[in-house]
């Protein structure tokens, strides 16, 4: 179920990039795409009756019952790389706000 | 017009991915995965170079990788090198926002916002909660779940609630520079420690201990309070950047 | 059997704010949006055994990324006042 969600994330998120006309609604646009992928990753690594991939004293039982730790890995490194993006981005929005002073594309056009 | 091009795209690109996942012999169904087929299985039992040790929490000593949390082991060991390249990602991001939106002489954003003395001295002990819930979290990053990344987030959030609680708060923005240089250049100083005088770059060259003491892992602990440090220093940099403005 | 009821739950929830956050006309509504889906994203990496990322997404996405944009909301009020 999670699985189907996470695709329709992404496909909301393209088709808010591919439409929106709005510098902050692409930029969030592009965080609904990241969120989406970053569950459609984690599912993929999941498994029925799993724990999380930590050594304790309770489970000791080596590679099998944990869920996969490569996916999480891998996710971990991509959620600190779009609060990076996700910056620049919005910096580049306020520098373009004090050019135009607008957000919105389509009025940009005349301006100065 | 346009918007219906878009939704053709978009519903061609769903319609892709869950073709592409039906009878696919590497993506199996949601839940279903056989961990022992998966590369990840030598991480869990800790013999990607052949070591055939039992992994026992509390009793195994000197494991191939130290940390109890499997993610650290990927993330801070195996994968090192990555997460090398990833915290120059975010200096680099850091640095571009810096350069858009701190050029010229700063000054706070007025938010037009008196704090009352409640919340002067609430802020002031909530900071340090904060803080040490980040240092906490970074200390502990190999036994429990968390790490350098959200511990040094952290650490940013308590910068950001000296910065909301005050308009006229600034931090000094030059000694964040120079903590975040100083972390970042003793993260390659480790890493070329292990290439000359051990085997390869960022090799784990401090004995491993005991599986989940608290000092155990080698390396690892230490990688992981520099990275801590760094992103703390990068993302409290970015939030200055954003509330300040130039004199006009 | 109470987890599947909690997935599904959270799984049209997420869509729900998703296509809220692209379609509401107010920039603010949309980043608050944003903010409540990283939290129930949260929710769905915790179902899925991931406290690391869990803890990750919960500080950064939902605190750190939600700060950013309002404080460029905020910056941009300003500049409209002074005109």
């Keep these: 179920m999670l699985l189907y969600a996470a695709i329709i994330l992404m496909m909301l998120g393209l088709y808010g990039i591919l439409t929106q006309r709005n510098i902050i609604k692409i930029i969030i646009s592009l965080n609904i795409l990241e969120i989406g992928l970053n569950i459609f990753i984690i599912s993929i690594g999941f498994v029925n009756g799993g724990v999380a991939p930590i050594f304790t004293g309770q ?54 | ?43 869990i039992d800790r013999d990607v170079n052949g070591g055939t040790q039992a ?13 109890a949390n499997i993610v650290t082991a990927i ?26 939106l701190a050029s010229g002489k700063q000054k706070r954003l007025d938010l037009h916002f008196h704090p009352n003395f ?46 909301l609680a005050d308009d006229n708060f600034r931090t000094k923005v030059k000694s964040f520079k120079t903590l975040e240089s100083i972390a970042g250049s003793l993260y390659v100083i480790i890493g070329l420690v292990g ?24 390396i690892v602990p230490i990688v992981y309070a520099l990275i801590g440090l760094k992103v703390g220093s990068e993302i409290s940099g970015i939030i200055d950047n954003f509330l300040t403005e130039e004199v006009a | ?29 949309s980043v608050i949006f944003l903010s409540s ?22 500080v950064i996405g939902s605190g750190l990324v939600t700060s950013l944009f309002v404080f460029t909301l905020l910056a941009v009020r300003k500049v409209e006042e002074k005109i």
């Design chain 1, 59 to 112: 489970n000791n039982l080596g590679s099998i019952g944990f869920v996969d730790p490569l996916p999480q890995a891998l996710v971990l490194t991509a959620i600190v790389i779009g609060v990076g993006t996700t910056a620049l981005g919005l910096a580049l929005a306020k520098k373009i706000y004090a050019k135009y002073g607008t957000f919105e594309i389509d009025d940009m056009k005349g301006a100065e």
């Design chain 2, 1 to 43: 017009m346009k918007n219906f091009l878009s939704l053709v795209l978009v519903l061609a690109l769903g319609g892709m991915i869950i073709l592409s996942l039906q009878n696919n012999q590497y993506f199996t169904a949601y839940g279903e995965v056989d961990i022992t087929k998966r590369v990840s299985e030598s991480y």
């Design chain 2, 55 to 67: 992994v026992e929490f509390g009793v195994a000593n000197n494991l191939e990788s130290g940390p």
């Design chain 2, 75 to 100: 993330v801070a060991d195996y994968r090192s090198f990555d997460t090398l390249g990833e915290v120059t990602v975010l200096f680099v991001s850091s640095l571009g926002v810096a350069l858009l």
């Design chain 2, 118 to 163: 409640m919340l002067r001295v609430g802020s002031r002990a909530l900071f340090g909660i904060i803080l040490m819930t980040g240092i906490f979290v970074i200390v502990h990053g190999h036994l429990t779940p968390g790490g350098g990344f959200p511990g040094g987030t952290m650490i940013a959030s308590s910068i950001l609630l000296l910065y």
């Design chain 2, 195 to 218: 290439l000359f005088a051990f085997d390869y770059f960022l090799v784990n060259f401090l004995d491993n201990g005991i599986l989940g003491e608290l000092f155990s892992a080698g």
């Design chain 3, 1 to 29: 059997m109470l987890i599947d009821i909690i997935e599904i739950v959270v799984s049209v929830l997420l869509i729900v704010l998703a296509f809220l956050a692209i379609n509401s006309k107010m920039l603010i509504k």
């Design chain 3, 37 to 58: 889906l990283s939290m129930l994203s949260v929710i769905s990496f915790i179902i899925m055994q991931a406290p690391d990322v869990a803890v990750t997404e919960a």
